[in-house]
């Protein structure tokens, strides 16, 4: 549905000098400044999938979005949705793909909701009875009927949102861009629209596109992600993938009956692991043992067995990493810091 073929885009600007002569000069200076946005990037998504692209802020993410869409044409390579070539066949891209931008709407602020969705029927060329059919179907999952008639500078932002992903899929698009569409959100709200696009996908099969800094939605939604960095797609994999790789910490508590026979016991050496691949920490308050360790180096039954060696434990707890920590890791210390 989606190939993204050596993409690349570069902003052009004039170059900018401090203080007053700095600003005559600017006048007369043709010098300019060259930011490249996105960097050689290639990817292709199949029909049907649901797919997260992240990235810190400025990585990216919200240009190739453009790109996508048609909205901005590429520097260099090629994006192709259905075969079609969004910055040369716009009006026809346009009539595949629906787009949710969480700081912006497409609806009318001072008309009532409904006459937002009229128009979008005459503007995507939808009949009368697939409009209806939309609808109905819009209706049930997102719960328009709610506020259908208010104006939409009246709606909550859960209720804009709500709206805004009706508006994108009103035409049936082939493939959804979900930029943010959580942001700002309340619980109850963000667990409605996940489980709306859900639905989206499984019914009509629709290709969804999502970039978002919630991990939640991440987790909810998506069996594959993307990342970026400075413009450069540093990973494209599953989330158990990235997981096995880069979440390579895993977190054991236990709680003991005797604390005193704990002291002096240097667990690392014990398993013959070092101080990096084996960390414990004693809560003497709550009488909990943490062990952190390499799970590439060590097991939970190696952990237990040493301790119980020790003393007697009455709960245990296995903690992996969160995904939130993968993630964060990656925007700071990129790929290679696999330590996590």
């Not at 048609?70 to 192709?80: A, N, S």
Request: net charge negative; with cysteine.
């Amino acid at each position: 549905m989606i190939e993204v073929k050596h993409v690349s885009k570069e902003f052009v600007s004039p170059k900018k000098y401090p203080g007053l002569k700095g600003a005559v000069k600017g006048l007369f200076s043709n010098e300019k400044v060259v930011k490249k946005a996105v960097d050689d990037i290639s990817f292709s998504i199949a029909d049907g999938e649901i797919v997260g692209y992240i990235g810190s802020n400025g990585a990216g993410k919200s240009t190739t979005i453009k790109m996508m869409t048609g909205i901005l044409k590429p520097t260099q390579g090629q994006c192709l949705i259905n075969g079609i070539d969004p910055s040369r066949a716009r009006k026809d891209n346009a009539q595949n793909i629906g787009v949710v931008f969480g700081q912006r709407t497409q609806l009318w602020w001072d008309l009532p909701l409904s006459e937002s969705f009229t128009i979008l029927k005459e503007v995507y060329n939808v009949s009368d009875e697939e409009y209806e059919e939309r609808m109905k179907f819009l209706n049930e999952v997102l719960g328009l009927p709610e506020f259908f008639s208010s104006p939409v500078r009246t709606l909550s932002l859960g209720q804009r949102m709500r709206a805004d992903l009706g508006a994108a899929l009103l035409h049936n698009p082939k493939v959804l861009y979900l930029d943010e569409p959580t942001i700002g959100l309340d619980l109850v709200v963000k667990d409605n629209i996940r489980k709306a696009i859900k639905i989206i996908n499984e019914k009509y099969q629709t290709t969804v596109i999502l970039t978002t800094h919630d991990i939640g939605d991440i987790e909810e939604l998506c069996s594959r992600i993307i990342i970026i960095d400075e413009g450069k797609k540093i990973y494209d994999g599953s989330l158990e993938e990235l997981k096995d790789t880069y979440g390579t910490r895993r977190k054991v508590s236990m709680e003991v009956k005797k604390q005193e026979k704990l002291k002096g016991l240097n667990l690392a050496e014990k398993l013959g692991a070092s101080h990096e691949e084996c960390r414990m920490e004693f809560d003497e308050e709550n009488k909990i043992l943490s062990v952190t360790f390499d799970k590439h180096k060590l097991q939970v039954p190696q952990v237990m067995n040493a301790v119980m060696e020790v003393t007697e434990v009455k709960d245990i707890q296995i903690q992996e990493t969160e995904l939130a920590e993968i993630v964060k890791e990656i925007y700071n210390h990129g790929i290679d810091g696999k330590a996590v």
